[in-house]
């Protein structure tokens, strides 16, 4: 273990430096102005002197390199500054936000993952019934069903025509609800977001899933297990399945990582306030500070997750462990 | 084996039935993804943004100004809570952070007052002042502010108030308000109800660009306020408006609560929710699933009747004075050649535009670039659409098509040049591919070139500084509607001076026209000033300093069943204070 860690802890290191840079880079790359958010949109009514005084104040005349080290500074220190456009504490923004953004890819992370590893068990044991290909068939036309529209679809049927589900948001605005009322009605506007989040991610995981059984049915165990009479229940499970979870979990694993993303077009389609939409936000205004901020917390998560997942292959794969 | 499969091929069924009859009603989505910037920045002088969902319905039943159909539902009198809608966020909503100038400004104006108030028809009236002198020479304003109105917090509202407000909009630069009051020199307090502002040169439009758009301040709040961009106030903004903002959550809601002591009476909506969507589809999706009872945006004009059938929901209509324009690079050629400018205004067809496009829901753009609802409009510029002249005055101008592509040469060179839109608006890229096609009739080929809103910003107006020059050759471009509304901005957009002409995008010089721009400026007395304008609208119509192709018309749904009492302010639509008092309280 020791001497994967210096190694690892070194390679991962180097990668967030890398990362954190790119990082900074990207948004001044990116054609536009930062001057349109910062003095509002009548920066056209700004006097030069008046312009050049905002600059000033934004450090944006300084040069590249020394904004650079500025930036460094303030991450080590935590001061992830102030939004261009509200002037909120970003920090704070990002923490508001990150608890809806986790209820959202969360829960969908579970469902998908539950639905998609025992669908894809199921799929791979009957390999070639009409249920399998059932499955798979329905779940192809799951993958290639873009996100939005079918956002839209549940909006204009459950929301529109039925009335019965809210459409937009994380919780009624202003509503004055408390404890388990407010708790029910965050359930209820989480429902349609949840599920078109869950049958876009679903078909993934029961694609890998079923892959990785059938790599293991054709495995020699399986057949010396058939040969000694195991039940094909406790095949299926204790043998098949356990054996085909690694790359699965992985999958899921690294998908936690991207989680903490949000999901920008989900998050849009239901005006979700999650770190998408912040995102979303921020990009098309080019406030480099959120940005920048919020893909630093991106970074964190998949590099976080990747390790993760690196930790808990040889757990679940004996195959992979380190001879010691 | 065989039961299971066919209890999933049932369920199957069954799925896609249900998602086929959702997708019967119809949502269609007329936004795309524009940015947070994108978010309809009506303001004063940006851009008019993509991702305005621009306009409205069907002329046959345009109801001008204030639409007040009543249809037996509730009307005014008090309504408990009403929900509104706008899209994308506006901050923490004080005169340095909120984000567009609509619907931004406009909330932010549900907080502050300023001294004149915009009337329905767009023409300021006393407000904070009850009484507006100006001196002969125009340079003076002597006004006298009315007794009794108190701050929030129930400090009394002082000149001393005005006078710090102008100072500290002066003092820290904020954009739109300190620019407004850049002409002002000096604000004295005469008393507790005198103020006199003197300003540097006559400003005949001071009253509507200044007077009717600062929100006066709290000294005692804003004296130790020394960063306002990221000062982070306790409690509500404190302002002397018909509200105040409670609760602020962002991407998410606003709650602003009546103000019962306001001195124009308690506002009719005691409490006025704001819910934030990601796009208009969403706003679209919440008004007519009753979650919302008003959307502070622009309908669509697909938009407009299937709105309007539904249940209790109406549309208020009216004038709005954000244009669509063609925009070119004047200093170069070919655009430098009054020809070809000409010959590009009589090639497009504006009606084909405004009902094709707008199905009917916008006005004819004037060559002479002043909206025809405009006091100051004249009657006597014509605009045509003749392509048999427009060919003409290219050929006599030598461009001709040698190798008969269908695309004429300009020194040799094909007459072929990119298109700039921004992609986050769907009515103007319409636009300008029936553009393209129209100018394609006279030989002009324009490749429509649909690019981010930042990057076309960019290229058009790079920093926003005319000073930085100007990177394209052909864009679509508008203004919104604060540059229409002040008919004497025309100078700002064709002088050839960068000082006076800090709007000019297309590097437009004429002498004889920047003569007329400048002598508008200053020219105090109404009568010549209508002259002036009218002059200058012919000298636009002939020279073309860039091609006006139409002005969308502004539509608004709101659940009349919730409240219905909307007014309809001229080229400003029914985001304001005035929608939200009693009738006898509107100026």
Known sequence: MGRFDTRRIGQYGLVLVIAVTLNFLLPRLMPGNPLALIAGVDVGLLSPDQRAELVQEFGLDTPVWQQYLRYWQDLLSLDLGYSYRSGQAILGMLLERLPWTLLLTGSALLISGVIGIVAGAVSAWRRGSALDLTLLTSMIGLESMPAFWLGMLLISGFAVSLGVLPSFGAETAVSGLEGWDRLVDIAEHAVLPVLTLSIVSTPGVYMTMRYSMLEVLGEDFIRTGRAKGATERRLLFRHVARNALAPVLTVLALRLGYAFGGTVVIETVFSYPGLGRLVFEAVGGRDYPVMQAAFLVFTFAVLAANLLAELVYPLLDPRTRASA | ?587
């Open chain 2, 1 to 587: 084996m065989t039961t299971v499969s066919n209890r999933w091929a049932a369920l199957l069924l069954l799925l896609v039935l249900v998602l086929s009859a959702c997708s019967s009603t119809d949502d269609t989505a007329d936004s795309t993804d524009d940015g947070a910037g994108g978010e309809d920045a009506a303001a004063s002088d940006t851009p008019d943004d993509a991702g305005d969902s621009d306009d409205d319905a069907p002329d046959d039943d345009a109801d001008d100004a204030d639409d007040d159909t009543d249809d037996g539902a509730a009307a005014s009198g008090t309504v408990a809570t009403m929900r509104a809608a706008i899209t994308g966020d506006e901050g923490t909503l004080t005169p340095y952070t909120y984000v567009t100038g609509f619907p931004g400004w406009n909330l932010l104006m549900l907080q502050y007052d300023s001294l004149m108030q915009i009337d329905v028809d767009g023409v300021p009236q006393p407000w904070l002042a009850e009484s507006v002198d100006v001196s002969d020479d125009g340079l003076t304003y002597d006004m006298t502010l009315v007794d009794g109105v108190t701050w929030h917090d129930g400090e009394p509202f002082t000149a001393e108030d005005v006078v710090f407000t102008v100072d500290y909009f002066l003092a820290n630069a904020a954009g739109r308000f300190s620019r407004n009051l850049g002409a002002v020199t000096e604000a004295t307090a005469d008393g507790d109800l005198g103020v006199t502002l003197t300003l540097e040169a006559p400003s005949p439009s001071f009253p509507l660009s200044t007077l009717s758009d600062v929100p006066i301040l709290p000294e005692h709040v804003w004296s130790t306020v020394e960063d306002p961009e990221t000062h982070q106030f306790e409690g509500p903004n404190v302002g002397t408006g018909p509200y105040t903002l409670e609760e602020y959550q962002s991407d998410t809601s606003y709650r602003l609560v009546a103000n019962p002591d306001y001195f124009r009476g308690a506002p009719t909506v005691e409490e006025l929710v704001i819910v934030q969507f990601a796009d208009d589809a969403g706003a679209l999706a919440a008004i007519r699933s009753g979650e919302v009872d008003v959307v502070f945006d622009q309908i669509a004009p697909e938009q407009v009747d299937l709105l309007g059938q539904q249940g209790t929901i109406e549309i208020a209509q009216g004038p709005e004075y954000s244009s669509q324009l063609l925009y070119f690079d004047a200093s170069k050629a070919p655009f430098d050649d009054i020809a070809v400018r000409q010959a590009m205004s009589l090639a497009v067809d504006r009606q084909d535009l405004v009902d094709t496009v707008f199905l009917g829901a916008a006005t004819v753009g004037s060559a002479g670039w002043i909206h025809p609802d405009q006091p100051t409009f004249n009657a006597e510029v014509e605009t045509t659409t003749d392509l048999e002249q427009a060919n003409a005055l290219l050929e006599d101008a030598g461009y001709t098509d040698s190798d008969g592509d269908g695309i004429r040469e300009a020194d040799g060179e094909p007459m072929s040049y990119e298109l700039l839109t921004p992609s986050g608006d769907s009515l103007r890229l319409r636009t300008a591919e029936l553009v393209a096609a129209m100018l394609a009739d006279v030989g002009i080929q324009a490749n429509v070139s649909s690019v981010e809103q930042a990057t076309w910003e960019e290229a058009v107006w790079p920093g926003f500084d005319v000073a930085n020059g100007r990177n394209y050759d052909l864009a679509m471009w508008g203004w919104s509607a604060p540059i229409q509304a002040d008919a004497s901005r025309v100078a700002s957009l064709v002088h050839s001076e960068i000082e006076i002409g800090s709007l000019n995008l297309t590097a437009f010089a004429d002498p004889e026209m920047d003569e007329v721009a400048q002598a508008l400026t200053v020219e105090g007395d109404d009568a010549t000033r209508t002259e002036l304008i009218g002059e200058l609208q012919s000298l636009f119509a002939e020279r073309l300093p860039f091609v006006t192709l139409l002005y969308p018309d502004g539509a608004y749904a709101y659940d009349a069943a919730v409240y219905d009492d909307w007014a309809f302010v001229n080229g400003q639509g029914i985001v304001s204070k005035l929608s939200l008092l009693e009738p006898a309280a509107r100026p």
